[in-house]
């Protein structure tokens, strides 16, 4: 069946260092990707996303840039902050109803 | 503000009883989700709703039912026939029609079997 994979945390980075989370999905037909983040105690908020090969989306200074060749979506950030510190999911969207989600990568920035 | 509402944000059951967890969206949207969320786990689809009136199993069903009367909320029932009921548990909801679209989480209701 489909699913996401994504890197295994936790991730322990300085304040200011550049981050990577990486994220791979089934190719089964041409999904939309998405990567949300999870604060502590709270719902999935949308980050960003990209619906179509060679997309990138960003926000917050985040990147994510859709892979067809390599079937990739890895998050990126060129300099994280402490309140960048929660979980981060990647997601796929297979058809309406079947959206699938890594299993998130908590990321602990230290100042 | 649009939204989607959950409550209550803590729950605490005897084992044995039957607890239901709130939805509510004003976003419009015509579809629900429900997920189930452990600690170092994605999320894990347990019913889905695309329209008033009709619902669809997801991954994980067993032990749990829903019902959509109303467009704004699709409340999820947690039986005594989930074993392993505890665990962080996410409503969802999306314009339905296009896989571009992305799903609008609630806040969360945290459920604990005493």
């Known amino acids: 069946g489909n699913s996401v994979t994504q890197m295994e945390g936790p991730v322990t980075l300085s304040e200011e260092a550049f981050l990577t989370i990486n994220c791979t999905y089934t190719a089964t037909g041409y999904p939309s990707l998405f990567w949300y983040v999870q604060y502590p105690g709270e719902g999935l908020q949308l980050l960003l996303k990209a619906t179509k090969a060679d997309d990138k989306g960003s926000n917050k200074g985040f990147e994510a840039t859709y892979r067809k060749e390599t079937t990739s979506f890895h998050l990126e950030k060129g300099s994280v902050q402490v309140s960048d510190s929660a979980v981060y999911f990647c997601a796929a969207t297979y058809n309406n109803n079947d959206m699938r989600f890594g299993a998130g990568t908590r990321l602990t920035v230290k100042p | 503000d649009g939204g989607i509402t959950q409550s209550p944000k803590y729950l605490f059951r005897k084992e044995g009883q039957n607890v239901t967890l709130s939805c509510e969206q004003n976003?419009?949207?015509?579809?629900m989700y429900w997920y189930r969320q452990d600690p170092g786990q994605g999320l894990r689809l347990i019913y889905y709703?695309?329209?008033?009136?009709?619902?669809q199993k997801g991954d994980i069903a067993e032990g749990y039912s829903v019902s959509r009367e109303k467009k704004e909320s699709f409340p999820l029932t947690v039986t005594s026939a989930q074993k392993n009921p505890t665990a962080f548990y996410l409503c969802?909801?999306?314009?339905?029609?296009?896989?571009?679209?992305?799903?609008?989480f609630g806040p969360g209701t945290r459920l604990t079997v005493l």
């Open positions: 976003l419009n949207h015509d579809a």
């Open positions: 969802a909801s999306s314009i339905w029609g296009s896989l571009n679209n992305e799903q609008f």
């Open positions: 709703s695309q329209i008033v009136n009709d619902f």
